[in-house]
């Protein structure tokens, strides 16, 4: 029953192709058979949207006149990077505030200008003969710009973990505030909606595929930093832990506040909401298989973020279906649990992705160059050295 | 009978006073209370609710004042921005009362106002900064 990537644009192009979201698919390979249900569906789509730090835009100003080279750079007090050319810059979602901290980061400032909002752009330069103007104080939205792009290093993580906490005391986290003595349990995954959690092995999801970026039209464009395809996996070849990972280009012109949203992770710091879709073709039934996983399937692994080092304790395995009712248990004892990554708009991006498709024509695109595949590289520590090596 | 939710600060030297017992015994009053965090020698706080006859409920918040505790109103209402909210959950993490639950099916945001002892952890916890106390 093999289908081919033209044969499903063909389909798509002429307004036949048959679109599932992730869990719809679930469901029917649950009715009828994963046979009848691969036969069936053309694409399935999948959707993410949680915090995810490693983003950012790459944002270009237009010259002054005089023109100035902005070495220093802030936007709404946010400072932003100087290291490029003359006018252009890149803002982390992280940056905070230099008046407000964390409570105004790098995200803020994204969701003002996607918001139309506008933003307080302050530069300054030595000056040079070709830029001589050392200083700039002025407003900017977002159809000022030239070109204002998403390019996160790492977004959309293949599965996550559980963070509990044995210590005595209450931390803070980007996973959110863990409560003492194993007060609670947070998580962070789409679960049967999360894209690399459909495709496990990076088959369909490579660079170049064409997604879903926070509303817009994007590009995944490399592996994501960290991107770790030798985590451990189950029986389906699916991670059960933090693995795979993409780093993704999208159009914050076209992009929508429905689908990023600036966050603050007190006593950690700034972060945004990123919306992720991947649509995934159903080439055959080994694909289909792992489509089909629901969250009773797909498991992660609890950690204990009590203890502060790059290697944390293991407490064990829960599926995202034990994980959404509210409440696990661990060693006995019963914890509740809480997620941070939004089911609600992770089923909204599979959904309007699913339009795009259907209605809009949106086709897919085979990879130019496959992600690092399964047994092909690990991620290193950075270990404290004295000295140079040799 | 009046019934109201006092923050109540306490200075470091006064964490061990038993003050609930003086208001019951002193003040014919019915304290209740829904969150402390007191330790010797620390400032301590407590959500307190009382509960009593008008007289003697303005004798027993004259005496915790006059014990050199803090005496403030606690926030009576909770509200849950739905613009800011991205419904991610967090805040469910958090809540001890369980008044904010995740509707496991739907993904949607439940609030038992009934459970909510307006501790703000979620206030603190919630990303959007979504969830504000009023008083």
Redesign the interface.
């Known amino acids: 029953m093999a289908k081919t990537w033209d044969e499903i644009n063909a389909r798509i192009a002429s307004g036949e192709a048959v679109v599932m979201t992730a869990e719809e698919f679930g469901s029917l390979a649950a009715d009828e058979g994963l046979k009848a249900a691969a036969r069936k569906v053309d694409v399935v789509t999948t959707g993410t949207?949680?915090?995810m730090c490693s983003s950012g835009v790459v944002l270009n100003f237009g010259h002054s006149d005089p023109p100035i080279r902005m070495g220093q750079i802030t936007l709404n007090d946010v400072d932003a990077y100087g290291g490029l050319a003359a006018v252009d810059t890149y803002l982390g979602v992280t940056q905070p505030s230099r008046t407000k901290g964390i409570?105004y980061g790098g995200a803020h400032v994204i969701e003002d200008l996607l918001r139309g909002r506008a933003v307080r752009l302050r530069a300054w330069s030595a000056g040079t003969d070709c830029y001589p103007r050392t200083e700039i104080d002025t407003w900017v939205t977002i159809d000022d710009l030239n070109q204002a792009y998403f390019f996160n290093p790492r977004n959309a993580y293949q599965n996550y973990a559980v963070a509990v906490n044995t210590s005595d005391r209450t931390i803070h986290t980007y996973l959110?505030?863990l409560?003492p003595h194993l007060?609670?349990?947070?998580f962070c995954s789409a679960g049967a909606l999360s894209p690399l959690l459909n495709d496990p092995t990076y088959r369909t999801i490579g660079v170049g595929s064409r997604i879903f970026v926070a509303g817009a039209p994007g590009y995944v464009a490399w592996e994501g930093t960290q991107h770790n395809p030798n985590q451990s996996r189950d029986e389906h070849g699916v991670p059960v832990g933090p693995a795979g990972t993409l780093a993704v280009i999208g159009d914050l012109k076209q992009a929508s506040p429905e689908f990023f949203?600036?966050?603050?992770?007190?006593g950690y710091g700034a972060?945004a909401?990123m919306g992720i879709g991947v649509p995934i073709p159903v080439l055959d039934e080994d694909i289909a298989e792992t489509l089909a996983l629901t969250d009773a399937d797909l498991t992660a692994t609890i950690v204990d973020y009590g203890v502060a080092r790059r290697s944390r304790p293991s407490l064990g395995h829960v599926t995202y279906a034990q994980l959404?009712?509210?409440e696990i248990e661990i060693d006995g004892k019963r914890v509740?649990?809480?997620?941070?990554?939004?089911?609600?708009?992770a089923?909204r991006i599979a959904s309007e992705l699913k339009t795009w498709i259907t209605e809009q024509g949106f086709t897919l695109t085979q990879p130019l160059q496959l992600l690092p595949q399964p047994g092909s590289q690990s991620t290193k520590p950075l270990e404290i050295r004295a000295e140079e090596a040799n | 009978m009046p019934r109201k939710r006092f923050d109540l600060t306490f200075p470091p030297n006064r964490a061990t006073k038993p003050i609930t017992y003086h208001l019951v015994k002193d003040y014919d009053l019915t304290p209740n209370i829904l969150r402390a965090q007191i330790q010797p020698g620390q400032e301590g706080r407590m959500l307190l609710e009382i509960t009593g006859p008008r007289e003697s409920f303005d004798a027993g918040v004259a005496f915790l004042e006059a014990e050199g505790i803090t005496v403030q109103p606690a926030a009576t209402d909770i509200k849950l921005h739905e613009d800011a909210c991205v419904l991610c959950g967090l805040c469910t993490a958090v809540c001890r009362p369980a008044a904010l639950m995740m509707d496991a099916e739907t993904g949607a945001l439940l609030f038992d106002k009934e459970k909510c002892v307006y501790c703000e952890a979620c206030v603190v916890a919630c990303p959007r900064r979504a969830v504000t106390l009023s008083f």
Not at chain 1, 338 to 344: A, M, Q, T
């Open positions: 949207f949680g915090p409570e959110g505030t409560l007060g609670n349990a947070t949203s600036a966050a603050t992770f007190t972060s909401f959404r009712s509210g509740q649990t809480g997620p941070i990554s939004s089911l609600s708009k089923r």
